[in-house]
Nanobody, 125 residues
Framework: QVQLVESGGGLVQAGGSLRLSCAAS????????MGWFRQAPGKEREFVAA????????YYADSVKGRVTIARDNGKNTLTLQMNSLKPEDTAVYYC??????????????????WGQGTQVTVSS
């Protein structure tokens, strides 16, 4: 089992920045990919970014590309999401996720085996 705990959400004005963190514990050696998804009220959960746990290949949704950076610290078992130039449409609950699969479709939530509880990000206009 892998446990994921997000932190760093909050209220920010449009144009501002936030840094989300996800602390992983448990059988972290079993993870191959980690990602961030978000879900706004009344909408489906959507992919934001993903990274290969060992090797660092990064993947981004078009809606956040250029404004968001995903990174991992293997030594600290921590995943981060640096978000800049935030927009009101970025408002959502952000979830950290981990996959045990060697080959995944990183944009598909069902490819991930473990999820955090989520952290709220609210961007005011």
């Amino acid at each position: 089992q892998v446990q994921l705990v997000e932190s760093g959400g909050g209220l920010v004005q449009a144009g501002g920045s936030l840094r989300l963190s996800c602390a992983a514990s448990g059988r972290t050696f079993s993870m191959y990919y980690m990602g961030w998804f978000r879900q706004a009220p009344g909408k489906e959960r959507e992919f934001v970014a993903a990274i290969r746990w060992n090797g660092g290949n990064q993947y981004y949704a078009d809606s956040v590309k250029g404004r968001v950076t995903i990174a991992r610290d293997n030594g600290k078992n921590t995943l981060t999401l640096q978000m800049n130039s935030l927009k009101p449409e970025d408002t959502a609950v952000y979830y950290c996720a981990a996959s045990r699969r060697l080959i995944v479709v990183v944009t598909t939530s069902s490819e991930y085996d473990y999820w955090g509880q989520g952290t709220q990000v609210t961007v005011s206009s």
